[in-house]
């Protein structure tokens, strides 16, 4: 006899809770569109989104918020899954809101144009009229995330308000707007760094070369190795050296730090992220170093 | 591995934070830069030794107040399990945030100061995870360190809180005493308490048992997506997506769609990597019938033999979270059901429940923030429901507030009929 025990691993828990959020948004909203930045957490967002409308194509758009600071590996990889997947790609351009005056941009060694993607991705919301942005968000990253909701309501401002979060039980969201508000949705809210790279590996997911070690003229600043670009200003005593690094996050290159590794296999990877004890945002992002709030501060203002 | 979900209630001073704080340190889940953060933000605020509730208030309000607002979602594994943490706040004016992380919690924590007894924060935190059906509750009995680890003084507590919970509907109730601050019996056996024959809590956690806590004997399947690729390659394609609500289906069974009273079979369970064998609760799949009929979102497949109560008068429990307006009779308000949506008059307002003494106080003409009583509901459409006892994701409800859009209410059915 054979006792069936209904377990599920957790993994396929985890899937299956991003595959209902990911349908509960496709049927509520009139609009709806992904963040796609090419990064590791918005590729198992699209993997996870082709898994709940199979054999449909994606009933909404992707939207690359684009500094214009890219890892050239990155902006390659976007291109061809778009192809491949034959989704519709939009892109809110940093560059075009600096040249149409929107922003004005940062200068100095320290400038980044990770603060302007706020207006960037609020102009785009308007133009486009997307009511519902899913973004590949997780709790573990960062302890303001930790505290938002699945569906996290913004006004017509885009801001969100963490005292005032709607209460969201069982797995019943409330996506109800008015006119001009919007809501962001993390389906993979749940997801720890470690699970993503186990569920890559398990699906056997292409992601794009920068997240294995590699030769690459670095300096350092903040202990962080940052790549030597055309977008960082370095200071006299911040020299260059070739070194073997990768990265755990991708993201805007001004701000976005690597780290030593010989990683070289996602099995590799896995047994680097399984002993870390920093966590990735904090071994690579400068953005969040700003305060102990700085994320809080950015996502009243309307950032992911 | 499998995953545990629990919800841990509480203040600053039950020794909440210092609990998950040493639960993520011992299992190695606290990371250095983490660790630095808080270490430095706690010397800023004066405080002598490291605040571990810095860990989980992540919220500048919450920082400033040193206290918890709203539920915290933290992560941590041992090589035989993963958890996810929901640490909610233990002030009744928050209440709604402690269900919030109570709804999908496999268990509950509750934490009771050895020298104080149960107080009525531990009789609420305890009533709010029985009405919710957290299948399992664990009362910690901490600061055993003040109290000498004298084992009468745990047996006073214990004895205390059985009382109380006799009144509750508690199916699976563990008592560990312990020291968070010390670590006695939080991941390592307290050599201090030698009269203590229980796990301590990490390998309690470890090994309690929630596979079967799922409802697999009714088979309930929301229709929540119809997917219809029309494209050439799959011209004729029609799934029905959805996430299993209770049962199991497989391929072959006969069927029944609600409210249409059609039936038909299951053709084959599809997902992105192929058909399976079976479905149950929480898998998320695509249901194909071998007979084309009109089936759209919020539609219920069962099975013929065992069906749900469809009907638009239902009885619940609800708790009420708006500080804005109270609940009061003949209000009509949005409500979200599996993945139905319709509207419902509150026709009735039976009794409101004191949460501290589980006195009914009858006809209290009005529900207000955070109150909680019995109500019946009328809606414009059939729902198809069964209680909250016996199906968590076909007896819960949300009510919603067409003016505000706010989630006002969290409803768990307790029956049909007016």
Redesign the interface.
């Known amino acids: 006899m054979t006792i069936?025990?209904?377990?599920?691993?957790?993994l396929?828990?985890l899937?299956?809770?991003s595959?209902?959020i990911f349908?509960?948004v496709?049927?509520e909203f009139e609009r709806p569109c992904l963040l796609f930045s090419g990064g590791k957490d918005s590729i198992v967002m699209l993997h996870l989104a082709?898994?709940?409308?199979?054999?449909?194509?994606l009933p909404f758009p992707l939207m690359h918020v684009d500094t214009g600071h890219n890892f050239p590996e990155v902006l390659e990889y976007r291109d061809r899954r778009i192809e491949e997947t034959g989704a519709r790609l939009v892109v809110a351009s940093v560059q075009q809101a600096i040249d149409d005056g929107r922003v004005a941009e940062e200068t100095g060694p320290r400038a980044s144009r990770n603060r302007l993607q706020t207006t960037t991705l609020l102009d785009a919301i308007e133009e486009h009229r997307f009511d519902a942005l899913f973004g590949g968000a997780r709790?573990?990253e960062?302890?303001?995330r930790?505290?938002e909701r699945v569906y996290s309501f913004r006004d017509d401002f885009g801001q969100w308000d963490?005292?005032n979060?709607?209460?969201?039980?069982?797995?019943?969201y409330?996506g109800?707007?008015?006119q001009g508000e919007h809501i962001r949705v993390f389906p993979i809210?749940?997801w720890?760094e470690?699970d993503i790279w186990q569920y890559i590996q398990r699906e056997n997911i292409e992601i794009p070369s920068v997240y294995f070690a590699h030769q690459r003229p670095v300096f350092s600043r903040d202990n962080m190795w940052l790549s030597e670009s055309p977008y960082v200003t370095r200071s006299d005593q911040e020299e260059v050296a070739t070194r073997m690094v990768r990265y755990r996050t991708v993201g805007d290159m001004s701000c976005t730090g690597a780290v030593e590794s010989e990683a070289q296999t996602i099995e590799e990877i896995i047994e680097e992220v399984s002993a870390?004890?920093?966590?990735e945002r904090?071994?690579t992002r400068a953005d969040d170093r700003v305060s102990?709030?700085a994320m809080?501060d950015r996502k009243k203002e309307g950032y992911f | 591995?499998?995953?545990l979900r629990f919800a841990t209630a509480g203040s600053v001073d039950d020794g909440k934070s210092t609990l998950i704080g040493r639960l993520l340190y011992d299992t190695k889940s606290i990371?250095?830069?983490?660790m630095e953060?808080i270490e430095a933000?706690s010397k800023q605020m004066g405080n002598e030794q490291v605040n571990l509730a810095l860990?989980?208030d992540?919220?500048?309000?919450e920082?400033e107040q040193g206290i918890t607002?709203?539920?915290?979602?933290?992560?941590f594994?041992t090589p035989k399990r993963?958890f996810?943490i929901a640490d909610t706040p233990g002030h009744t004016q928050y209440t709604?945030?402690m269900?919030?992380g109570a709804?999908?919690a496999d268990l509950a924590l509750v934490l009771i100061d050895a020298r104080h007894g149960v107080v009525e924060q531990s009789r609420r935190h305890a009533f709010l995870a029985s009405l919710l059906r957290i299948p399992h509750l664990v009362v910690c009995i901490n600061k055993m360190d003040l109290v000498d680890y004298d084992e009468k003084a745990f047996e006073t507590v214990k004895e205390e809180f059985r009382n109380f919970a006799m009144k509750l509907d508690v199916t699976d109730l563990t008592f560990i005493p312990m020291s968070a601050l010390h670590g006695d019996n939080v991941v390592d056996r307290s050599e201090n308490m030698p009269w203590y024959q229980g796990s301590p809590l990490l390998h309690h956690l470890e090994q309690v048992h929630i596979?079967s806590d799922?409802n697999?004997v009714d088979a309930r399947f929301p229709v929540?997506?119809v997917?219809?690729?029309?494209?050439n390659?799959?011209h004729d394609?029609r799934g029905y997506?959805?996430?299993v609500a209770g049962g199991?289906f497989k391929p072959g069974d006969e069927v029944v769609v609600l409210p249409s009273g059609f039936t038909s079979t299951v053709a084959s369970i599809?997902?992105?990597?192929g058909p399976v064998d079976?479905a149950?609760?929480?898998?998320?799949v695509?249901l194909r019938l071998t007979d084309n009929i009109d089936i759209s979102?919020g539609d219920m497949i069962c099975r013929p033999n065992n069906q749900p109560h469809a009907g638009q008068d239902l009885q619940a429990m609800v708790c009420w979270?708006s500080d804005t307006k109270p609940l009061t009779p003949r209000m009509k308000l949005?409500i979200?059901?599996t993945?139905r949506t319709a509207r419902v008059m509150v026709t009735d307002l039976q009794y409101q429940l004191d949460v501290n003494t589980l006195h009914r106080q009858m006809a209290p003409g009005s529900l207000g923030l955070n109150e909680i009583g019995r109500v019946t509901l009328r809606s414009t459409q059939p729902l198809f429901f069964d209680e909250y006892r016996r199906n968590?994701?076909t007896g819960?409800?949300?009510l919603?507030d067409e003016a505000s859009?706010?989630?006002v209410a969290?409803g768990m059915i307790v029956g049909s009929g007016v």
Request: charge should be positive.
């Open positions: 069936t025990t209904y377990e599920l691993s957790h396929d828990q899937e299956a809770e595959v209902h349908r509960e496709a049927a082709q898994k709940a409308f199979w054999p449909a194509r709790r573990d960062e302890k303001a930790a505290k963490p005292k979060q709607r209460p969201e039980l069982w797995n019943l409330n109800r707007l008015n809210s749940n720890t470690l870390t004890r920093i966590t904090g071994a102990e709030a809080e | 591995m499998e995953f990371f250095q830069d983490q953060a933000t860990l989980t992540g919220l500048r309000a920082r607002i709203d539920v915290a979602y933290r992560y594994a993963k996810i709604r945030n269900i919030t709804s999908t596979s799922r697999h929540q997506y997917i219809r690729p029309q494209t390659e799959h394609y997506a959805g996430t199991v599809d997902t992105f990597n079976e149950f609760g929480p898998m998320s695509t979102r979270m949005a979200k059901h993945t968590r994701n819960s409800f949300v919603i859009n706010d989630t969290a």
